[in-house]
């Protein structure tokens, strides 16, 4: 394998990836960061009007209203999210009779198309025709019927669970990596020692498992920041945008409304939350780590 | 030792080829290549069609044309197009017409991105707004010589062929637009309420009327909130609230959308509301939906126009159907006969098709064909649907439906554009916001005519 360990190689196998992601990622931002300094509509030549997209962003209401239905997606999941697929992924750890394949079917609704996800769940949480409700009508408690979706108020309650339910498995596998990294050695020497299963879980388990929980997190962040299709098929960002998140609505004021150096600053922006978030997230948790 | 190495190396060289090879997969022409995330775009090659039936090219010069349609399944949403397309490519067989269909919400978004990289097709369908866009920056061929030359004006019915303000001709009007009620008679009759187009209901009548049908649990008007722009009924009311009369000064800025005739008709789209006349889950569900719903018997009427009627008539009840443009209004802006009556959307042929003339003489001879005498038959009495162009077969061997329909277009009611074929294109999604805002009470009617006036200034 001398010929593969070579610098001069190893670049050059290195070369089609990298202009790739050059080509389609960083270009892509450029060009987006471009057009967010102009008042581009899609056709013609876009005019530079300065820093005035990126102040019309905070007294923009649907973009508060959009940040807002975010936000609420992004706390309300990280709190059911991460100890559910920790959970999860416990149980997979678990040695039993057909476990291989429980993981590959625990694997599924993440490789569901996210449109084809949104379409189920639209026939789950419609408030009239959907499964649960029709649920509730048949256990005689139509009175537990709520505007699940559609609504003023529910719709980002309801994204989240949909959310969970589409990536709870894509994180129990990088739980499940991380548990798998534990040696069984400490367990036994805890076991030794009159450890019983919780406080190996909270005292061995989840202190040598913070650097998955930080990767966790930070993905969880970015995925939640780009919530696109499930919105988009369970309600379109309305009614009257009241269910947009920031680039649903984004995706409307570019394409729907030809606004495209408004969406590309609101783009630019989602770009920068997210690499705020993340990265401070991380940078934050390693150094207490370290500590 | 030797060999390993050397099939590590081949097993490399092909994964990286295919690699390559998926990539410019990705970047091939039709639907795909615009990265739009089209949901529903369906790729239809006539020309393998019909295989029994297709004859060999009689000369070596094959002319391909691409036509965009603004629906996902052209087949069953434009059979007349569909046929059209099917029996031309049958008598020129040195024509062969791709045709690419995609949802009208994402067609439009497709069309500006093709623009942009050059990917624009021979023929689309157009929104007239868009096509007034696409004009101004040269991706557009003119029409108007061979429109005139061929004779192509005398096929359309007075009214609707629209001229450009420099008299030119861009965009060729599509298929009949009469924006309407689909009312289910059955219904109609089994609570005893009388034909609102028999009985020229008013608005109060339409409202009172229809909650008969509330008070016994019957959607009184089946629409998909989903689709925005579900909402050509109302359009047509808006024109009887003076939007045709208006429009010239409003797009000017001489006149304001924050109008007391604007105020009253955004204030009966909150009446609509109020009385329940939508579904309880009208944000969940699509104009297809709600049809498909209205097409299985739920719902007394449907809100829905002529170019459904293939579909419409797939319903049990379908000799029981009428159809109705909707109430009058006594405060309204002057005829009350007034209504959405024109050719929807456009036809356009390309610049880039323009520049080679075989491709521009095989789609001006489709055009002419499909507006023809031949053509509007297909659309009549094969197809079941209308055209904006003059029928001169007999019309009462037509389905009873059809003809119901069809006495819709051609009755005495003045026909406009759709009013948001008049505005400024990216300007109907606001309005569309704005009437479902008022109808969902998340606006007031104030609020609603300021987000429109806000937008133009913007």
Not at chain 2, 58 to 64: G, L
Request: with cysteine; net charge negative; charged share 20%.
């Amino acid at each position: 394998m001398r010929w593969l360990s070579t610098i001069r190689n190893k670049l050059i196998l290195h070369i089609p990836s990298f202009l790739f992601f050059t080509f389609y990622s960083v270009l892509s931002v450029i060009m987006a960061i471009y057009y967010s300094f102009t008042d581009f509509k899609g056709l013609g030549t876009p005019e530079f009007i300065g820093f005035r997209n990126y102040s019309r962003i905070f007294s923009d209401a649907i973009f508060l209203t959009a940040f807002n239905n975010t936000l609420i997606i992004l706390v309300l999941s990280s709190v059911i999210l991460l100890p559910l697929s920790f959970a999860w992924a416990y149980i997979l750890d678990i040695p039993f009779k057909g476990n291989g394949l429980v993981k590959v079917m625990s694997f599924t609704p993440y490789v569901i198309a996210p449109i084809i996800v949104g379409t189920i769940w639209l026939f789950i949480l419609d408030p009239e025709i959907g499964l649960l409700s029709s649920f509730f009508r048949a256990i005689g408690k139509p009175g537990w019927i709520h505007q699940w979706i559609g609504g003023d108020k529910l719709t980002p309650y309801s994204v989240t669970i949909v959310w969970v339910w589409q990536t709870m498995c894509f994180h129990s596998t990088i739980m499940l990596a991380g548990l798998k990294s534990i040696s069984h050695d400490i367990y036994e020497a805890a076991s030794v020692d009159g450890a019983g299963r919780i406080k190996t879980i909270f005292f061995i388990t989840l202190p040598l498992m913070k650097e998955t929980f930080i990767t966790n997190i930070a993905l969880q962040i970015t995925g939640g920041l780009k919530i696109f299709e499930v919105v988009n098929e369970l309600t379109g960002g309305g009614p009257n945008h009241k269910s947009e998140t920031l680039i649903t609505y984004m995706y409307s004021i570019t394409f729907s409304r030809y606004k495209y150096g408004y969406g590309m600053s609101l783009s630019v922006l989602v770009l920068i939350i997210s690499a705020v978030f993340s990265i401070g997230y991380i940078k934050n948790a390693r150094q207490k780590l370290s500590d | 030792m030797k060999n390993i190495m050397l099939y590590k190396r081949i097993f490399a060289f092909f994964l990286a080829l295919i690699l390559v090879l998926s990539l410019a997969a990705c970047t091939s022409s039709g639907a795909s290549s615009s990265g739009i995330p089209s949901s529903e775009s369906s790729t239809t090659d006539s020309s393998e069609e019909d295989e029994e039936s297709a004859v060999e090219p009689v000369s070596d010069e094959v002319v391909t044309l691409t036509l965009w349609e603004y629906v996902a399944d052209i087949e069953r949403t434009a059979p007349g197009v569909y046929l059209c397309v099917k029996q031309f490519m049958e008598d020129h067989p040195n024509v062969i017409i791709d045709m690419v269909g995609t949802a009208s919400e994402e067609h439009n978004k497709k069309v500006l991105l093709a623009s942009q990289s050059g990917d624009l097709p021979d023929m689309t369908t157009l929104e007239w707004s868009m096509m007034r866009e696409l004009k101004a920056e040269g991706f557009l061929a003119d029409l108007t010589d061979e429109v005139y030359n061929r004779g192509i004006d005398d096929f359309f019915v007075p009214g609707v062929l629209q001229l450009e303000e420099d008299n030119t001709i861009y965009g060729l009007p599509y298929e009949a637009c009469v924006c309407c009620y689909f009312y289910n008679k059955e219904i109609f009759d089994q609570y005893n309420v009388g034909y609102p187009d028999v009985e020229e209901w008013n608005w109060d009548e339409f409202i009172n009327n229809c909650q008969v049908f509330v008070e016994n649990g019957v959607t009184p008007v089946m629409c998909g909130g989903l689709s925005p722009w579900n909402i050509g009924i109302q359009q047509s009311f808006l024109v009887r609230y003076g939007f045709p009369d208006y429009i010239e000064k409003i797009n000017s800025g001489e006149m304001s959308w924050v109008n007391d005739d604007f105020l009253h008709f955004f204030e009966k789209m909150q009446e609509y509301g109020e009385k329940n006349m939508m579904p309880s889950n009208v944000t969940t569900m699509d104009y297809f939906q709600a049809l498909d719903q209205w097409i299985g018997g739920t719902g007394a009427m449907v809100s829905s126009g002529v170019w459904a009627v293939n579909q419409v008539a797939e319903a049990e009840f379908a000799d029981q159907i009428g159809v109705w443009h909707g109430p009058v209004f006594e405060d309204g802006v002057g005829d009350k006969h007034r209504t959405v009556k024109s050719g929807t959307i456009c036809y356009g042929v390309t610049a880039k098709c323009a520049e080679d003339t075989a491709k521009f003489n095989a789609a001006m001879d489709f055009f002419e064909f499909f507006y023809g005498e031949e053509g509007t038959r297909i659309h009549y009495e094969e197809g079941n649907t209308l055209t904006v162009t003059k029928y001169s077969g007999d019309k009462s061997k037509l389905s009873p439906l059809l003809q119901n329909v069809g006495a819709l277009v051609d009755d005495d009611w003045t026909g406009y554009l759709l009013c948001t074929d008049m505005m400024p294109a990216g300007t109907a999604d606001v309005f569309y916001d704005a009437v479902w805002g008022v109808m969902l009470g998340n606006y007031t009617p104030q609020q609603a005519a300021e987000q429109m006036q806000a937008e133009y200034d913007s």
